[in-house]
């Protein structure tokens, strides 16, 4: 009974030494260690974020203040777009930091003066027609080398036996005395490898399109009957019965419909508001006129273009002509001005896509607003806009700063606010030992030894 009691007592000390150890472990030790940890992580992110936004905002920032680069957008029209070459400087690549490695992808293109705005009154009877355009990415393609042109039928582009299927896109004549090419045959695959141009292909025989009439686009046709306005924009065609046209800047009537005639221009964007028979056109050039018979009841795209470039009668009164307001010729188009971005969301290839189009496969050449320096014509940018560019610089210096500083200042005060214990507990030095549970040394050793 003795040894049980005694050893009851023993169990009822040591419960309690531990309760006292407890009761004299601090409370603000957790939380002190935690906010260090959270201070040193925020510092440490501030500081890597301090240094990726000088390179990714606060450079090319600095760069756009100081660049000259005119407020005022002018129009770009793109003339060429070569991919895969060497040169110096980019259109537009993926993540600046390897900016200089690899192939580079340049479009060349003409700036110019924006054309007219003109205001159509009174429309009515408004018609528009798009034509499909080729999608390079998208259009099947043949590789004759590994015998996939053995049966292909259909109209095809090919370059050195790299054969696309245009069928839904063109139409175009051919000549049966032309020499036929058998992709069909044992060897086939050999012939067909340096087959280059517009071909029409049955079951892998394969003709060359007439070079005399070459090929149309296939588009719906455009209702012209009694249409006195036809604006061309880009692969888009409108036509409409309006009253008047005043253009937008002097506020001047430039026609109206007792002169019998068809006014036509090319023109960036076309808008119809139809509630009130209002029809708004943007950077117009080459004004012509037509006479009022020239168009059937429906004509096509090509027809109107043919008319529009060929057969019209030019008036500079109505737009300006397109090569009066040209600034310079084959500029560089980049997208930004360190021609590169670092969004890694395949910015670039959609850029190219939108902005590659040089005319050179029958598709209307890309055109655009864009911006230029006067002291340096030989580049132009897409994307610029000064007050984004000083909100996004804004952006990136306050934010991060205000984390690094207020995780520095946080750690400072805890650098002279906060002791370590002999039990390598942590406190705040002002507390009483009451308040902050501060261990006895002492005592601390009693309780061990107990």
């Not at 095809?156 to 058998?182: E, H, P, V």
């Not at 008319?307 to 188009?333: C, H, W």
């Not at 700063?401 to 906060?418: A, D, E, N, Q, W």
Request: some cysteine.
């Amino acid at each position: 009974m003795e040894r049980k009691s005694t050893q009851e007592i023993l169990k009822i000390k040591r419960k309690k030494s531990v309760k006292e150890v407890e009761k004299l472990i601090p409370e603000q030790d957790r939380f002190i260690c935690g906010t260090i940890c959270v201070c040193q992580m925020i510092l440490m992110f501030s500081c890597a974020a301090m240094i990726y936004l000088t390179v990714a905002i606060h450079v090319p920032a600095y760069k756009a203040f100081n660049s000259g680069i005119e407020a005022e957008p002018v129009m770009c029209v793109t003339t060429n777009n070569d991919t895969n070459k060497k040169c110096l400087a980019t259109t537009c690549k993926e993540w600046c930091f390897n900016k200089g490695e690899g192939p580079c992808n340049q479009i060349n293109v003409t700036i110019r003066h924006s054309g007219s705005a003109l205001n159509f009154l009174e429309c009515k009877n408004f018609s528009h027609i798009h034509c499909n355009t080729l999608d390079v990415e998208n259009t099947k393609t043949y590789k004759c080398i590994l015998k996939q042109c053995y049966n292909i039928s259909g109209t095809f582009n090919c370059t050195n036996g790299l054969c696309q299927d245009i069928s839904n896109f063109f139409k175009c004549k051919f000549r049966a005395q032309n020499k036929k090419l058998n992709c069909s045959a044992e060897r086939g695959h050999f012939i067909c490898m340096e087959m280059n141009g517009i071909v029409y292909c049955r079951n892998g025989f394969c003709l060359y399109a007439d070079k005399i009439h070459g090929c149309k686009r296939k588009c719906k046709n455009l209702i012209t009957a009694e249409r006195n306005v036809v604006l061309i924009s880009g692969d888009d065609a409108y036509g409409a019965i309006c009253s008047s046209s005043i253009e937008v800047t002097n506020k001047t009537q430039i026609w109206n419909a007792t002169e019998n005639k068809i006014l036509m221009a090319s023109c960036y964007k076309v808008r119809y508001a139809k509630k009130s028979n209002f029809m708004h056109a943007t950077d117009c050039v080459d004004g012509a006129f037509l006479p009022s018979n020239s168009f059937l009841p429906s004509s096509s795209f090509d027809v109107i273009a043919n008319k529009f470039y060929n057969k019209s009668t030019k008036d500079k009164e109505i737009a300006p002509f397109e090569n009066d307001l040209i600034i310079d010729k084959n500029v560089l188009l980049m997208i930004n001005l360190e021609g590169c971005v670092n969004t890694l969301r395949n910015d670039c290839a959609n850029f190219f896509k939108k902005y590659g189009k040089d005319g050179k496969d029958h598709n209307a050449a890309s055109r655009f607003p864009c911006y230029y320096t006067k002291e340096n014509t030989t580049y132009a940018v897409v994307n610029f806009d000064l007050d984004v560019e000083y909100r996004n610089f804004l952006i990136a210096l306050i934010i991060p700063s205000i984390f690094l500083i207020t995780s520095c200042i946080v750690l400072t005060v805890c650098r002279c606010c906060v002791i370590v214990g002999d039990d390598t507990k942590m406190r705040f030095k002002w507390k009483t030992d009451a308040e902050t549970g501060k261990l006895n040394s002492k005592k601390f050793k009693n309780v061990k030894k107990s």
